[in-house]
């Protein structure tokens, strides 16, 4: 079973700043890309940040690309989410999601997602 774990939410003045953390573990031979989402009340979830498992590659929506950075500790599977500036529009639940390929004869390589965490930005 693998795992998805993220914290760091909060609630946060605009201006503000957070970081996320998320964490995968449990039976995981390899972990590739991972990514941040997130969904506001009332609409869809969307793609905030993406990084490649070497960490090298990153892309961004362009409303966070000034403020947000992306970034992973791969020898603990740790992806994280720097968001500095933020503003109201920020507010939303944010997801991790992770590609992994699962460890033993039968491992599998799939997507997996988190629960979420709640970000607030508010005065």
């Known amino acids: 079973q693998v795992q998805i774990v993220e914290s760091g939410g909060g609630l946060v003045q605009p201006g503000g700043s957070l970081r996320l953390s998320c964490v995968a573990s449990?039976?995981?031979?390899?972990?590739?890309?991972m990514a941040w989402y997130r969904q506001a009340p009332g609409k869809q979830r969307e793609l905030v940040a993406h990084?490649?498992?070497?960490?090298?590659?990153?892309i961004y929506i362009d409303s966070v690309k000034d403020g947000f950075t992306i970034s992973r500790d791969n020898a603990k599977n740790t992806v994280y989410l720097q968001m500095n500036t933020l503003k109201s529009e920020d507010t939303a639940v944010y997801y991790c999601?992770?590609?992994?390929?699962?460890?033993?004869?039968?491992?599998?390589?799939?997507?997996?997602w988190g629960e979420g965490t709640q970000v607030t930005v508010s005065s």
């Open positions: 999601n992770a590609d992994i390929l699962t460890s033993g004869n039968d491992g599998y390589r799939r997507y997996y």
């Open positions: 449990g039976s995981i031979r390899s972990v590739y890309g």
């Open positions: 990084i490649t498992d070497g960490g090298f590659g990153q």
